[in-house]
């Protein structure tokens, strides 16, 4: 098997682990023996539980960034096109939240951990952005003056969003998915202003 593959399998193999069991009750021999490697192979690729946790996330974040690279390169009005990312977004992470299962409290306790495995997801996240919001601009669909704060503003509010979504707030307070999507598209099409 190859480096890569023996790599992802154990990455793989920890995720169904910390999933099932959570992170805490994970042990590296847990991982070796359910990838049916050995501790010296695990070892190889991870020196503790805490470095392959943070591979778990990384390889989450991957999967998500592929998902949303796939709504960006979408051949669509810009303006329909940057509200398909923010929800195909709002549900994606969602999902890859509540597929780990257990690993969803590691999460939700440890977001600064997360946070710094997310750098690379946030920057490829800016620039997808970035890159709707200049076709808009090009296409004379949106008149954005500043792309880069419209950018940052855009990338931080959908991460303030993360949390409450996945916890179910909206839904809570009564708000459905369609009034959630008509609300944010009313604040970036028309603003607060009469």
């Known amino acids: 098997m190859s480096i890569s593959r023996t790599r992802d399998l154990l990455v793989d193999v920890a995720r169904q682990l910390f999933a099932r069991i959570g992170v805490e009750n994970t042990t590296m021999n847990d991982i070796a023996l359910a990838s049916k490697k050995g501790r010296r192979t695990l070892y190889t690729y991870f020196k503790s539980k805490n470095e392959i946790y943070l591979a778990v996330v990384e390889s989450e974040l991957q999967q998500l960034i592929k998902t949303l690279e796939v709504v960006a390169n979408r051949d669509m009005r810009p303006d329909d096109k940057l509200m398909a990312f923010i929800f195909t977004r709002m549900e994606a992470v969602k999902e890859t939240v509540f597929r780990n299962g ?80 008509e609300g944010i598209v009313h604040l970036l099409f028309n603003g607060l202003k009469k």
């Open 102 to 181: 257990t690993l969803r409290a590691d999460f939700f306790r440890d977001i600064w951990r997360v946070e710094m495995v997310r750098k690379q997801f946030d920057q490829r996240e800016m620039e997808l952005i970035r890159k709707i919001l200049i076709d808009g601009n090009q296409q004379d669909v949106f008149a954005v003056q500043d792309i880069e704060s419209m950018v940052m503003i855009l990338h931080y509010s959908l991460k303030g969003l993360d949390v409450p979504y996945i916890r179910g707030v909206f839904n809570e307070l009564g708000v459905e998915r369609n009034q959630l999507k």
